[in-house]
């Protein structure tokens, strides 16, 4: 049973200390200071009614008539001011004087106030360590923070709740097999893995299939994050490690997830930590669990991360992480799976297609897509509608790629025709593409960062990118900025996005991808990244200054041409031009019908 108030009473104990000590202060907390010739005088005028001397250092306490407080007086000589007072008590004056005062009360006080002292600096730092220890005592503070899921929950999730990921829940249902029925791989000879790890993009859904193993495995389930062992005391989190596979060790058959081991997997020796940094002795301890000289039969670790190019190498090794499952995003089949699995709880109308959403939302992860019926949901709400149209699903999937809508942003009309005539250039530009994405909607109402869009429909899931494909990109990326200098004479700030990712791409089809044709099919650098990331300190060059000039060069050219192609599109169809950027003075939005129909008319 928990005593609820454990925690709480070093800190009364404590307060009522405070509450004594005080107590004893107060007799003479309200005296204040007053000099010997002060005194004098008061003595002479005859208004004094009390003098204390105190027996054990030259102090006299004095009240005055009239007052109540008293003052406090350093004596300078001790005997010529009794018998100042004796001669005054002669002559008349009630003075009540006492000479021998023993102040119990400050006698006591230098005794037991360095006991105290001590006292309370105990009590202190228990009350620090039991706050520390979450209430369990100063111990816990070295134990592991896992959760322990219940197998018999009634909303645990199973792989019925998984959907888009055939070949990974394959895996991993055997992992589940491994558990329940072991022997039936032992007697083959075969080793149960001892440790896989998911790998991916954030939002594909690794969390969710660690859920799902707990769910059907039936067996305990510790979850942890990986940040949860790493503290600012060293050993700590090497002791948590301990801890974490001795409870799971005691509870074997069982599963232990490590939820984005990246936080205290990265590289040794990576950083300015050096090799004997927290994180370090942490991860130390982690290998020497997982695959040392003692035995962790039963126990199998899941993790999961979307860094595995930081982890370090001795960590993905078999008889550590024995499998590395890679948990892609979703191609178009399983989105449509994806979006008919989360539309089961939510109101849809009948004109909905899910095969036509799941087209149109192309790069989408499986959160981003319940992201998006969560949205859609919320909107068709907020118009006091009994269903969900598509127009509340388009609304919802623009909404989670640029951000809300910013109507009520005031923009004034010079910056309105710049926006206009800027996304009018992007979409003019790509529909004269060979390898452009059709446009989907052109607005210039604000969005998240964005002062206007242009949207495209990705009409295929492409996996890689062609020279020609990456050119057009790049001349569809500089439509706007060719808009602004053809129609406004001006440029603005508005197109260092685009700039900046044109710049970006070429750049790779120059040192990556082998695309230049002075240079021809050499990649030039690593593909390390930064310190912080986990990789090494120096980041060597692996080519000449003269390479990295003529580097420079290419990616330049690249852009330069890219720059005037996009300018002879525009010049050739200036009309087009001019036609979108009215339109969208006027409607604020296009969407790509009528997009399409202006480019048939003009």
């Known amino acids: 049973m928990k005593k609820p108030f454990r925690g709480i009473?070093?800190?009364?104990?404590?307060?009522?200390?405070?509450?004594?000590?005080?107590?004893?202060?107060?007799?003479?907390?309200?005296?204040?200071?007053m000099d010997y010739s002060t005194l004098v005088s008061e003595i002479n005028i005859d208004n004094v009614e009390s003098i204390e001397l105190a027996s054990d250092k030259n102090v006299a306490y004095v009240k005055l008539k009239g007052q109540r407080d008293e003052k406090t007086v350093n004596l300078t000589d001790r005997a010529e001011l009794t018998k100042l007072v004796q001669e005054r008590i002669i002559e008349g004056s009630n003075i009540k004087f006492k000479a021998d005062s023993t102040s119990s009360i400050l006698t006591i006080l230098d005794y037991i106030t360095p006991i105290v002292i001590v006292i309370l600096a105990i009590l202190c730092w228990v009350f620090v360590m039991q706050t520390a220890g979450v209430g369990k005592g100063a111990m816990s503070f070295t134990k592991n923070r896992a959760k322990i899921s219940n197998p018999d929950d009634k909303n645990k999730i199973t792989f019925k709740d998984v959907a888009g990921l055939p070949e990974e829940r394959e895996e991993l249902q055997e992992v589940v097999e491994f558990l329940k029925y072991p022997k039936k791989f032992t007697d083959m000879g075969a080793r149960i893995p001892k440790g896989i790890l998911l790998v991916g993009q954030p939002g594909t859904g690794k969390t969710l299939l660690a859920k799902a193993v707990a769910g059907e495995a039936g067996v305990p389930f510790f979850?942890?994050?990986?940040?949860?062992?790493?503290?600012?005391?060293?050993?700590?989190?090497?002791?948590?490690?301990?801890?974490?596979?001795?409870?799971?060790?005691?509870?074997a058959p069982c599963i232990v997830f490590i939820d984005e081991i990246d936080a205290v997997g990265r590289h040794r020796g990576a950083g300015l930590g050096g090799g004997h940094d927290e994180r370090e002795q942490t991860l130390n301890q982690l290998?020497?669990?997982?695959?040392?000289?003692?035995?962790?039969?039963?126990?199998?670790?899941?993790?999961?991360?979307?860094?595995?190019d930081i982890l370090d190498p001795a960590l993905q090794r078999p008889g550590r992480f024995d499998r590395q499952i890679v948990v892609p995003a979703p191609d178009v089949r399983a989105r449509e799976e994806i979006l008919e699995l989360y539309a089961k709880k939510k109101k849809l109308s009948g004109e909905i297609d899910l095969g036509v959403l799941a087209k149109?939302?192309?790069?989408?992860?499986?959160?981003?897509?319940?992201?998006?019926?969560?949205?859609?949901?919320?909107l068709a709400a907020r118009k006091d509608q009994t269903s969900i149209t598509m127009d509340d699903l388009e609304d919802a999937m623009v909404?989670?790629?640029?951000?809300?809508?910013?109507?009520?942003?005031?923009?004034?009309?010079?910056?309105?025709?710049?926006?206009?005539?800027?996304?009018?250039?992007?979409?003019?530009?790509?529909r004269?593409?060979?390898?452009?994405?059709?446009?989907?909607q052109i607005?210039?109402?604000?969005?998240?960062?964005?002062?206007?869009?242009?949207?495209?429909?990705?009409?295929?899931d492409k996996s890689f990118m062609s020279k020609s494909e990456m050119e057009d990109k790049i001349v569809s990326l500089l439509g706007g900025r060719v808009a602004e200098q053809l129609v406004l004479d001006d440029i603005s700030t508005g197109a260092s996005n685009d700039i900046e990712r044109a710049s970006k791409i070429a750049r790779s089809m120059v040192m990556r991808y082998g695309m230049s044709e002075k240079l021809g099919t050499i990649t030039f650098g690593n593909d390390q990244e930064e310190v912080f990331l986990g990789r090494d300190i120096n980041n060597v060059k692996n080519y000449s200054d003269e390479i990295a000039a003529v580097i420079d060069v290419e990616v330049k050219n690249i852009i330069d041409k890219g720059y005037n192609r996009a300018k002879h599109i525009l010049e050739q169809n200036i009309n087009k031009l001019h036609a979108v950027a009215h339109v969208l003075l006027e409607k604020e939005k296009i969407e790509a019908d009528e997009f399409e129909a202006i480019m048939q008319q003009v």
């Open 9 to 33: 009473a070093p800190l009364l104990i404590t307060m009522i200390l405070i509450f004594f000590v005080a107590m004893l202060f107060s007799d003479r907390a309200n005296t204040t200071e």
């Open 223 to 251: 979850s942890i994050s990986g940040s949860d062992f790493v503290e600012m005391y060293v050993g700590v989190g090497a002791s948590r490690v301990r801890d974490l596979f001795a409870e799971a060790k005691a509870k």
């Open 287 to 308: 290998l020497v669990e997982m695959d040392g000289f003692g035995t962790n039969s039963g126990v199998i670790v899941l993790a999961a991360t979307n860094r595995p």
């Open 360 to 378: 149109n939302t192309a790069g989408f992860t499986g959160a981003d897509l319940e992201n998006m019926l969560n949205e859609a949901a919320l």
């Open 399 to 430: 909404k989670v790629m640029m951000g809300p809508e910013k109507k009520s942003k005031v923009i004034s009309d010079k910056d309105k025709k710049l926006v206009a005539y800027h996304e009018g250039g992007h979409a003019v530009v790509s």
């Open 432 to 440: 004269f593409l060979e390898h452009s994405e059709p446009v989907h």
């Open 443 to 460: 607005s210039i109402v604000p969005r998240g960062m964005a002062g206007g869009y242009t949207m495209y429909k990705n009409t295929e």
